[in-house]
C-alpha cells in the first residue's frame, strides 16, 4: 500500500534537503566501496556493496524527492500569500527582481549628493555633475521597496508553515 503523508511546505522544503544529502552520501559511499584494491588475497577487503541494492536505495529517494517536490510547486502556485494578489511562486520571483533593482542600482543612487562640482586639471575650469532625480526621494523609494520586501518574506514564511501538503 501508498502510504499518504501530510505535513506542511515548511517541513517539505526541509525533507528536500534532507533527501538531497541523503542521495549524496549515499553515492559518496558507492565511489568509496564499488572496488577493493589488494596485493593478495589475504589483503582484500570486501566491503558490504551491493549495485542493485544502491540502485533501489537511490530509486526510492529519487521517487520521494518528485512527489515532494510535486506537491511543493502545485502549493507554490497556488497559495497566497497575502500581499498583491501575489502566490508563494509569485512572492518568490518579485524578491528576486526589487532586490536586483535595490542592490545593483538605487543603493548607489541614493547615497550621492544632488550637486557636486570638480576641478578640470586640463583647462583650469569647473566640472559640474547635477543629479536629474531626488537622492531623498530614491531612498523612500528603496525604503517602501525593503519594506514590501518583508511582508513578502513574512507572506511566505507563513504560507509555508500554515500550508498542509500530502504527497
Not at 578640470?120 to 531612498?139: A, F, G
Amino acid at each position: 500500500g501508498v502510504m499518504i503523508m501530510e505535513i506542511c511546505l515548511a517541513e517539505a522544503l526541509k525533507r528536500v534537503k534532507a533527501i538531497d544529502t541523503e542521495m549524496s552520501e549515499v553515492m559518496t559511499e558507492e565511489r568509496n566501496k564499488c572496488q577493493t584494491v589488494y596485493r593478495t588475497v589475504e589483503e582484500k577487503i570486501v566491503y558490504d556493496y551491493n549495485f542493485d541494492q544502491t540502485r533501489e536505495i537511490l530509486d526510492g529517494l529519487r521517487k520521494e524527492l518528485l512527489l515532494l517536490k510535486r506537491a511543493i510547486n502545485k502549493a507554490n502556485n497556488e497559495v497566497q500569500i497575502g500581499v498583491e494578489d501575489y502566490t508563494i511562486a509569485d512572492g518568490l520571483v518579485m524578491m528576486a527582481l526589487i532586490n536586483k533593482e535595490i542592490q545593483y542600482h538605487l543603493d548607489s543612487m541614493g547615497r550621492k549628493e544632488e550637486r557636486t562640482s570638480q576641478v578640470d586639471m586640463r583647462n583650469d575650469s569647473v566640472i559640474y555633475t547635477e543629479l536629474l532625480y531626488d537622492p531623498k526621494q530614491c531612498r523612500q523609494y528603496v525604503a517602501n521597496r525593503r519594506e514590501l520586501l518583508a511582508k513578502i518574506q513574512l507572506g511566505i514564511d507563513r504560507a509555508n508553515l500554515t500550508t498542509m501538503i500530502s504527497y
